[in-house]
């Protein structure tokens, strides 16, 4: 693991930020390159599914020109909700490195815990808290200026 990436996903998470969107942001790696990133943008598309995650992972599949994401990497600032961790795995991706812990709304070490179900196909590696320093004060500061 290279915390370069983790740094691109929060890259991304400052931008979605910027614009007003909670700042989650996620890359897929593939072959120690970056092939697809995204920053969440939820208000912008008006879309309840347009997730960091979801966005990285469709680039990444109209990257390789393919649905099965095998061999590549998912670096992404909060722990995925339940809807972006079936989704990791329907793509069959190999890792997921996240930063924050999510205990309200995770959905692989907290919530239902996808890739722990029995129904789930596919469960990728997950190393957790990567900069979850960096990833949760980023998420900490937006909300504060909200309230």
């Known amino acids: 693991m290279t915390l370069a990436f ?3 996903a929060l890259a991304q998470a400052e931008a979605a930020g910027a614009k007003g969107e909670v700042p989650v942001g996620a ?3 593939r072959d120690g390159v970056v092939i697809a990133a ?3 943008c ?5 879309n309840a599914s347009a997730h960091a995650e979801m966005l990285a992972l469709a680039e990444a599949s109209r990257v390789l020109g ?3 994401l095998d061999g590549c990497d998912v670096y992404v ?3 995925p909700c339940p809807m972006c961790a079936g989704a990791l795995s329907l793509a069959r991706v190999r890792r997921v490195y996240y930063g924050a812990a ?3 709304s995770g959905g692989i070490d907290h919530g239902p815990r996808v890739f722990a179900q029995p129904t789930c196909h596919h469960a990728p590696e997950v190393i957790a808290g990567v900069e979850e320093g960096r990833c949760g ?4 500061a937006f909300f504060a200026q909200r309230r």
Do not use: C, F, R, Y
């Open 6 to 8: 983790i740094e691109d």
């Open 27 to 29: 890359v897929v790696v």
């Open 38 to 40: 995204a920053g969440n």
């Open 42 to 46: 939820v208000e912008s598309d008006q």
């Open 66 to 68: 393919q649905k099965w």
């Open 77 to 79: 600032t909060l722990e």
């Open 102 to 104: 999510d205990p309200k």
């Open 137 to 140: 004060e980023l998420l900490s």
